[in-house]
C-alpha cells in the first residue's frame, strides 16, 4: 500500500520560512518523480513544484519560483519543499504527489494515482 506523508506546515508570519516534508512508503521512491500541490480555500488544487526521480530537474509555478525549493533525498524515501520569503497568498493545504513522470505532475493531475493527505500552511500578514 502507497502512503505518502506530509509534515511541516505550521502559522508563520510574512517574511517568514517553513520546510515541508513528505515521506512516500509503499513504493520504489527513487523511480518516481514527486510534486507539491496547494490549494487554497475556495480555490481549485494547483501545482507548484516537481523533482524528477533523480533530483536533476525541478520544476516551478511562476508563483513560487525563486522562493521555494523542491528537493528529495531518495535514501530517506522523503521529499522536500523549503518555502522562503512567504506571502500571505501562499496561505493553503499544500499536498505531495507521486508520479510515474514530470509530465504527469505538471500536465495531466488527472492521471495521478497517489497523494498526501496534506498539511496546511497560514501565513499571516
Known amino acids: 500500500q502507497v502512503q505518502l506523508v506530509e509534515s511541516g506546515g505550521g502559522l508563520v508570519q510574512a517574511g517568514g520560512s517553513l520546510r515541508l516534508s513528505c515521506v512516500v512508503s509503499?513504493?520504489?521512491?527513487?523511480?518516481?518523480?514527486m510534486g507539491w500541490f496547494r490549494q487554497a480555500p475556495g480555490k481549485e488544487r494547483e501545482f507548484a513544484a516537481a523533482i524528477t526521480y533523480g533530483g536533476n530537474n525541478k520544476y516551478y509555478a511562476d508563483s513560487v519560483k525563486g522562493r521555494f525549493t523542491i528537493s528529495r533525498d531518495n535514501a530517506k524515501n522523503t521529499v522536500f519543499l523549503q518555502m522562503n520569503s512567504l506571502k500571505p497568498e501562499d496561505t493553503a493545504v499544500y499536498y505531495c504527489?507521486?508520479?510515474?513522470?514530470?509530465?504527469?505532475?505538471?500536465?495531466?493531475?488527472?492521471?495521478?494515482?497517489?497523494w498526501g493527505r496534506g498539511t496546511q500552511v497560514t501565513v499571516s500578514s
Open positions: 509503499g513504493r520504489i521512491f527513487s523511480a518516481y518523480a
Open positions: 504527489a507521486l508520479a510515474d513522470s514530470i509530465r504527469v505532475l505538471t500536465t495531466d493531475t488527472a492521471s495521478i494515482d497517489y
